[in-house]
């Protein structure tokens, strides 16, 4: 079994930045990538970025050259470092962790709202 448990939603005005983290715990060694998705009501979930154990990242179009992934896997911990936020960067964040066998972990989510 595997938990992932992220930290750090909250209020910012755009055009700030905002630290996201998620810690895994349990079965790590069966972890593979680790990354986010967000939903905004009314919309699908949408992937924000991912990261493999070696630290290759992918990230979604809306969010190039403002996000940046990360992994401490001493910590087994990722983190999701945003700048320049938007209104449009509001929603719920995801953390998600990819176990070897295929399944997908998630966790309870973040709030994350920028304001105007």
């Known amino acids: 079994q595997v938990q992932v448990v992220e930290s750090g939603g909250g209020l910012v005005q755009a055009g700030g930045s905002l630290r996201l983290s998620c810690e895994a715990s349990g079965s790590i060694f069966s972890i593979n990538n680790m990354g986010w998705y967000r939903q905004a009501p009314g919309k699908q979930r949408d992937l924000v970025a991912t990261i493999t154990t070696g630290g290759s990242t992918k990230y979604g179009e809306t969010v190039k050259g403002r996000f940046t992934i990360s992994r401490d896997n001493a910590k087994n911990t990722v983190y999701l470092q945003m700048n320049s936020l938007k209104q449009e960067d509001t929603a719920v964040y995801y953390c998600?962790?990819?176990?070897?066998?295929?399944?997908?972990?998630w966790g309870q989510g973040t709030q994350v709202t920028v304001s105007s």
């Open positions: 998600f962790a990819l176990l070897r066998s295929g399944t997908t972990q």
